[in-house]
């Protein structure tokens, strides 16, 4: 389906991101509505850069960023535009001598909720990430899978539209990856995960965008890239095979 991403929840129209002599996006478009998408693409293909522009985190060198209809780069509708949107990082950073109530509720509050109610939808947040157990924990005592629920846990509570998480079962055993990946099938509103992992992409997407040096390869459904697999190829590796196949060929049409 065409569309121009109007009325969209998250509309990225021509962005290019250079640093210095490096093209890491070169003129990416897509819009997403409700769902789940997966951004796949071989280290160094833009993932990370695409989805902290759509963030607000580096205004791009070209090229428009929308959530809900606001741009994210605009002067007046930054503001609206970036409590609709949030970014859980790869390797999310926090103070370990605060407790994870008291970080997520922190964000919640920074991003426009009244303190009562940033306190209110922490607990909620970090009972749907399953540490309502540790929510007094101070962060420095938990572990690397922990710290992803509890970075996932300030997205959910600052009321986000657009969830965006970079590769969030990197580095988490398959016992964390597995829970992971059925937290991450809950997950309401627009959500779109970079991930290298295949199994992931095919539990969890209903839709796969595939950069390959800062170009968008392929945009459709898991089974759309499966077909685009060389004949003959295993069952298990056919997604793969067919992302390659997408980087080898060049520019999407
Ligand atoms: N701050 C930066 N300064 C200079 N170059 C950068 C910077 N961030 C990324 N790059 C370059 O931009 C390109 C895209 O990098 P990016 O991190 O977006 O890729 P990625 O797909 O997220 O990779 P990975 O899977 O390894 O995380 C790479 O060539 C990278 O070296």
């Known amino acids: 389906m065409v569309h121009d991403g109007t009325t969209m929840r998250l509309a990225v129209r021509g962005l ?3 640093y210095g002599a490096v093209r890491a996006l070169d003129g990416v478009s897509f819009a997403l509505d409700e769902g789940v998408t997966a951004l796949i693409g071989a280290n160094g293909a833009g993932k990370s850069t695409l989805l902290t522009a759509v963030a607000g985190g580096r205004r791009p060198t070209a090229g428009t960023v929308e959530v809900a209809g606001h741009d994210v780069y605009g002067r007046r509708t930054r503001r609206p535009a970036q409590r609709r949107v949030a970014l859980v990082p790869q390797l999310p950073r926090f103070p370990s001598n605060l407790t994870a109530h008291e970080v997520v509720a922190y964000l ?4 426009g909720l009244p303190s009562g109610r940033a306190a209110r939808a922490a607990d909620e947040a970090l009972e749907r990430v399953g540490l309502e157990a540790r929510r007094s924990s101070k962060l420095g005592s938990l572990s690397g899978g922990m710290l992803r629920r509890v970075a996932l846990a300030q997205a959910l509570a600052g009321e986000a539209d657009v969830l965006l ?3 969030p079962s990197t580095g988490l055993d398959p016992h ?3 829970g992971m990946v059925e937290l991450l099938q809950t997950l309401p509103g ?4 970079s991930s290298h992992v295949m199994e992931d992409v095919a539990d969890l997407a209903e839709r796969i965008i595939a950069l390959h040096e800062g170009l968008v390869r392929f945009d459709g459904t898991p089974a759309g890239l499966v077909e685009r697999a060389p004949a003959g190829t295993a069952e298990h590796r056919r997604l793969e095979a067919g ?5 080898l060929e060049g520019r999407a049409a």
């Not at 919640?108 to 991003?111: D, F, K, N, P, V």
């Not at 627009?190 to 995960?193: F, Y």
């Not at 992302?243 to 980087?247: H, I, N, Q």
């Open 165 to 167: 998480l970079d590769e």
């Open 176 to 178: 964390q990856r597995r």
């Open 243 to 247: 992302f390659l196949t997408v980087c």
């Open 108 to 111: 919640a509050w920074m991003r």
């Open 190 to 193: 627009t959500v779109l995960i």
């Open 16 to 18: 290019v991101q250079e």
